[in-house]
C-alpha cells in the first residue's frame, strides 16, 4: 500500500540543524511531488515547501527561504528535509505528505493525499 | 496569522450540523484556486477530507461537503458524532506569496 515512512524524534540545540526523512513506498516516487508541513505545539499546520522528485526542484515557503533545504534520493525513494540555524520555536511536529494532481490543460490543482506519520523536533537548550 | 482566516472554534450536539468557513481573498480563494480541506485527529497526521472544492476522496463519508463561493470556502458536517471532534484546516495556493497555505485551523469540540 502507498505509504511514507518518517524517521524518528529529534532533540537538537538552538542554531543546529536537523535532517528529516521520508521514505515513499507503494508508487512511483518521482511521478509525484513531496511536501513538507509542520505543526507547532498550540499552533496550526504551516506550508514548508515541497520538492519534485524527479527533477530536484524545489519550492520553500518564504518563512523557511535560507533556512530549509529539501532533496532526495531516488535511488531509495527518500526525500529529505533539512532545517538549519534552528530556534526555540522550531519546536514541531513535521510532515512529509505526498501531493496528488487532478484536472484537465485549462484547470489543474494539487492537494496533499497521503501522509507520513510526522517526525517530532525538539529544540532546546 | 494566516491570510486564510478560520474560527477558531466551533462546536454542536451529536446529531447537529455544523459549518466552518475559511475566509480569504483576490489573490488565493477569490483568484479562483481550489480549496481542500483536511481533518487531524488528536495525534494523529491530518488526513485528506475535501478536494477540489467539493469532491470527497473514497472512503470519507457524505456527512463531510464542501463548498466555495466568492473569496470563501466551507465545509459542512451533518450527523455531527462524537469521533469528528478534530481540527480541521483549509489550504490552497496563494499567487501573493507564490506558494501553499494552510488556513489557522478550527477546533471541532461536539457536546
Known amino acids: 500500500q502507498v505509504q511514507l515512512v518518517q524517521s524518528g524524534a529529534e532533540v537538537k540545540k538552538p542554531g543546529a540543524s536537523v535532517k528529516v526523512s521520508c521514505k515513499a513506498s507503494g508508487y512511483t516516487f518521482t511521478g509525484y511531488y513531496m511536501h513538507w508541513v509542520r505543526r507547532a505545539p498550540g499552533q496550526g499546520l504551516e506550508w514548508m515547501g515541497w520538492?519534485?522528485?524527479?527533477?530536484?526542484?524545489?519550492n520553500y515557503a518564504q518563512n523557511f527561504q535560507g533556512r530549509v533545504t529539501m532533496t532526495r534520493d531516488t535511488s531509495i525513494s527518500t526525500a529529505y528535509m533539512e532545517l538549519s540555524r534552528l530556534r526555540s520555536d522550531d519546536t514541531a511536529v513535521y510532515y512529509c505528505?505526498?501531493?496528488?494532481?487532478?484536472?484537465?490543460?485549462?484547470?489543474?490543482?494539487?492537494?496533499?493525499?497521503?501522509w507520513g506519520k510526522g517526525t517530532m523536533v525538539n529544540v532546546s537548550s | 496569522q494566516s491570510v486564510l482566516t478560520q474560527p477558531p472554534s466551533v462546536s454542536g450536539a451529536p446529531g447537529q450540523r455544523v459549518t466552518i468557513s475559511c475566509t480569504g481573498s483576490s489573490s488565493n480563494i477569490g483568484a479562483g484556486y481550489d480549496v481542500h480541506w483536511y481533518q487531524q485527529l488528536p495525534g494523529t497526521a491530518p488526513k485528506l477530507l475535501i478536494y477540489g472544492n467539493i469532491n470527497r476522496p473514497s472512503g470519507v463519508p457524505d456527512r463531510f461537503s464542501g463548498s466555495k463561493s466568492g473569496t470563501s470556502a466551507s465545509l459542512a458536517i451533518t450527523g455531527l458524532q462524537a469521533e469528528d471532534e478534530a481540527d480541521y484546516y483549509c489550504q490552497l495556493y496563494d499567487s501573493s506569496l507564490s506558494g501553499w497555505v494552510f488556513g489557522g485551523g478550527t477546533k471541532l469540540t461536539v457536546l
Open positions: 520538492i519534485n522528485p524527479n527533477t530536484g526542484g524545489t
Open positions: 505528505a505526498r501531493a496528488s494532481g487532478v484536472g484537465t490543460n485549462l484547470h489543474f490543482y494539487y492537494y496533499l493525499d497521503v
